[in-house]
C-alpha cells in the first residue's frame, strides 16, 4: 500500500522568503503526486500534480514541486512566499488497487504561517 | 460549475444518534469518496465507490455505511453516532487516470463539519 509522510507539521516563514515543503511518498510503481492547499474553514484546491515527463512541475498561485524518484520525494517550493499563502498544504500519492479501483493517499499536511 | 456538493455543512448531534451526509456530483465522474478530516491526521477514507452499485472500505470504516444511489449520488451514514466521529468530512469525485480525459485528481467538496455531543 502506498504512503506519504509530510516531515513538517507548522513552518513559519517571512512574507518575501522562499519556501521549500518536503514530501517523501512509499510506492512500487511510478507515482501519480499532488500537492493541496487548504485555507482555514475551506475544501481543498489542487495546487499541481505529477504523472510522468518533465520532473519540474508548475502549479497556480506561483507554486513548483519537482519529482525525484531516487530520493522517493515530491517537495514544493515557492520562490517568495505572500501573505495569502499562509494555509495548511497536504501531500498526496495515487494508486491502482489490486482490483482496479483508484485511490488518493494523502500526508497529515504541513501548516503555513507567514510572518508579515 | 457546481462540482461537488454536500449537504449540510454544518451539523451537531447527540451520542446515538442517526444521521446521513449527502453528496452529489456534476462531472460525471465513475469513482467518488469520503474522507474524514482531523487536527494532525490529515484525510483519511472512509469509504469509497469505484463506479455505481459498488462500495468499499477505506481505512477508517467503522462507525459507517454508505450508499452510492446513483451515478451522481454518494452518501454516508452515521447509525449511532459516537463524540469519536466529531470531524470534518469531505466528499469527493475522481475519473482515475486510465480512462480518456481522467486526469487523477479528485475534486473535494467544501465539507461538513459534525460535533457529536
Known amino acids: 500500500a502506498q504512503s506519504v509522510t509530510q516531515p513538517d507539521i507548522h513552518i513559519t516563514v517571512s512574507e518575501g522568503a522562499s519556501l521549500e515543503l518536503r514530501c517523501n511518498y512509499s510506492?512500487?510503481?511510478?507515482?501519480?503526486l499532488f500537492w493541496y492547499v487548504q485555507s482555514p474553514g475551506q475544501g481543498l484546491q489542487l495546487l499541481l500534480k505529477?504523472?510522468?515527463?518533465?520532473?519540474l512541475v508548475q502549479g497556480i498561485k506561483g507554486f513548483e514541486a519537482e519529482f525525484k524518484r531516487s530520493q522517493s520525494s515530491f517537495n514544493l517550493r515557492k520562490p517568495s512566499v505572500h501573505w495569502s499563502d499562509a494555509a495548511e498544504y497536504f501531500c498526496?500519492?495515487?494508486?491502482?488497487?489490486?482490483?482496479?479501483?483508484?485511490?488518493?493517499?494523502f500526508g497529515k499536511g504541513t501548516k503555513l504561517s507567514v510572518i508579515p | 460549475n457546481a462540482g461537488v456538493t454536500q449537504t449540510p455543512k454544518f451539523q451537531v448531534l447527540k451520542t446515538g444518534q442517526s444521521m446521513t451526509l449527502q453528496c452529489a456530483q456534476d462531472?460525471?465522474?465513475?469513482?467518488m469518496y469520503w474522507y474524514r478530516q482531523d487536527p494532525g491526521m490529515g484525510l483519511r477514507l472512509i469509504y469509497y465507490?469505484?463506479?455505481?452499485?459498488?462500495?468499499d472500505k477505506g481505512e477508517v470504516p467503522n462507525g459507517y455505511n454508505v450508499s452510492r444511489l446513483n451515478k451522481r449520488e454518494f452518501s454516508l451514514r452515521l447509525e449511532s453516532a459516537a463524540p469519536s466521529q466529531t470531524s470534518v468530512y469531505f466528499c469527493?469525485?475522481?475519473?482515475?487516470?486510465?480512462?480518456?480525459?481522467?486526469?487523477?485528481?479528485?475534486?473535494f467538496g467544501e465539507g461538513s463539519r459534525l460535533t457529536v455531543l
Open positions: 469527493a469525485s475522481s475519473e482515475g487516470v486510465k480512462l480518456a480525459g481522467g486526469t487523477g485528481e479528485l475534486f
Open positions: 510506492y512500487g510503481a511510478t507515482p501519480y
Open positions: 505529477y504523472f510522468s515527463g518533465d520532473t
Open positions: 498526496a500519492v495515487g494508486a491502482y488497487s489490486g482490483a482496479g479501483s483508484y485511490q488518493l493517499t
Open positions: 462531472m460525471n465522474h465513475n469513482s
Open positions: 465507490s469505484a463506479s455505481e452499485g459498488t462500495t
